[in-house]
């Protein structure tokens, strides 16, 4: 059984991420590959800002935190779907990929989809891809998704022309995942040694 989880990167209340990311949990539901998605969603998981009570074991920031750890370290891959704002991937996920220090997404793939009401959303994946990975060491897939005026998409039955290039696209992306994760996982087993390289380079 291959989990994995679905992380929601805006914190809004009516959010396009949120709804991108029940469509991609569909989507994996309905692959019928033996995958079990997850969602962490960080509105609901409403995680405070780090601080240095991260490292006091016992803080209550460590309690919050354990559970979501715990979680974490149950999936094989992720999809993580960001929204662009002001040009950025939004601090709150920055904040989730950082306290991920405990080996929770650590060589493990994920697929990243940014998404934008306009016709933005490169800067999220170039931020992602350049500083969302060094000490977690999560594995981008190499084929990210922009999903430009998002509000229209995955909206009409039957589907508009565009809808369905993404979703044959995004298909394809996710059984990479899904194989990938399944693949990568026994290497991780054998390989991966956390306690003598914790931080990358
Ligand atoms: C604070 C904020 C800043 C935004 N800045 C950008 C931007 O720089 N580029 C862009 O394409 N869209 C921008 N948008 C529009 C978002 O793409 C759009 O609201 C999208 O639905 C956000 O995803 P969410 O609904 O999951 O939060 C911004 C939205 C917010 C809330």
Not at 72 to 79: A, E, H, P, Q, S
Request: glycine content about 6%; proline content about 5%; some cysteine.
């Amino acid at each position: 059984m291959t989990k994995i989880g679905i992380i929601i990167g805006s914190i809004r209340k009516k959010s396009e991420s949120a709804r991108i990311g029940a469509f991609v949990e569909k989507l994996l539901t309905d692959m019928d590959a033996g995958v079990t998605p997850e969602v962490f969603s960080l509105r609901d998981i409403e995680l405070p800002f780090w601080s240095e009570d991260r490292w006091q074991a016992d803080s209550g920031l460590n309690t919050l935190w354990k559970t979501q750890s715990d979680r974490l370290k149950t999936c094989n891959g992720f999809v993580v779907i960001s929204p662009e704002w002001a040009g950025m991937a939004p601090p709150h996920l920055k904040n989730f990929l950082l306290m991920c220090d405990g080996g929770e997404l650590a060589h493990k793939p994920a697929q990243l989809v940014s998404i934008s009401s306009g016709t933005g959303g490169a800067y999220p994946v170039a931020e992602l891809r350049m500083s969302g990975y060094k000490n977690n060491f999560l594995w981008w897939m190499p084929d990210h998704m922009i999903l430009r005026h998002v509000a229209t998409l995955f909206q009409v039955d039957p589907p508009t022309e565009l809808d369905v290039t993404l979703e044959v696209r995004l298909k394809y992306s996710l059984a990479f995942l899904v194989e990938t994760a399944a693949a990568v996982t026994p290497v991780r087993e054998k390989l991966q040694n956390l306690a003598l390289y914790k931080f990358g380079m």
